[in-house]
């Protein structure tokens, strides 16, 4: 199906272990951008890929690892999972189009709910 | 003090009532700013841009004061399926003032419509 998935959607694990969530999209976007959520935060940017083999740091990216070797695969990988990093995770991409990046539109997955013990 | 600042809510209205939420944003040159509503424990989906002269999709409004940095929605004629969080989203620079596929979240209004 075309779109943008996630997995798993729900993830319990513990402290000190490592965890990859996975983001797949058909579109062939060339952005794509992974946030948490947390109550009182809103979204916050983990990491974002302006294409594969680019990628770079948002807001909040300690303790996370991302890579893209390919443009429909943006996985994020916790190293050693930390309780704080418990939250939800969502994956976006998107493309500049020809607006030039202005009013373009980011598409989000459905999220993985992921908590630490 | 944040980049894009909302009133958390909740919003309670009753069906058919207008309901305005506004938002204010930091950077006097941000450019590109966004209303995305949220369900409950779903993904955020975008409602509309906001054009700096406004503008309208059916019972949705969102206007854009650029002098006093703030942006708008306005809902009329509220319905049940209304009821969700409603995100302002600025659209971040890069250091030099070009534009960027980031965006910045405000952390949500709370729209819940009552019967």
């Known amino acids: 199906d075309a779109g943008i998935t996630q997995s798993p959607r729900y993830k319990i694990t513990e402290t000190g272990r490592q965890v990859t969530l996975m983001c797949h999209q058909t579109?062939?976007?060339?952005?794509m951008f992974w946030y948490r959520q947390d109550l009182g935060h809103g979204l916050r940017l983990i990491y974002y890929?302006?294409?594969?083999?680019?990628?770079d740091k948002g807001e909040v990216p300690d303790g996370y690892v991302v890579s893209r070797s390919k443009t429909e695969n943006f996985p994020l990988t916790l190293e050693s999972a930390t309780r704080s990093q418990t939250s939800v995770y969502f994956c976006?991409?998107?493309?500049?189009?020809?607006?030039?990046?202005?009013?373009?539109?980011?598409?989000f997955g459905p999220g993985t709910r992921l908590t630490v013990l | 003090r944040k980049e894009v600042e909302q009133d958390p809510g909740p919003f309670n209205v009753p069906e058919g009532a207008t309901v305005a939420f506004n938002c204010t944003y930091s950077n006097s040159a941000s450019q590109s700013f966004f209303w995305y509503r949220q369900d409950c424990r779903k993904e955020p989906k975008l409602l509309m841009s906001?054009?700096?002269s406004g503008n309208e999709d059916g019972r949705f409004t969102a206007q854009l004061n650029r002098a006093s940095q703030y942006i708008s929605l306005l809902i009329r004629d509220s319905k049940l399926s209304d009821s969700a969080t409603y995100l302002c989203v600025v659209k971040a620079l890069m250091n030099y003032g070009g534009a960027t596929n980031k965006l910045i979240f405000g952390t949500g209004t709370l729209l819940a419509v009552q019967p």
């Open positions: 579109w062939s976007h060339s952005y």
């Open positions: 906001v054009y700096s």
């Open positions: 976006a991409s998107s493309d500049p189009g020809l607006a030039g990046g202005y009013y373009n539109e980011q598409f």
């Open positions: 890929s302006a294409a594969a083999d680019i990628t």
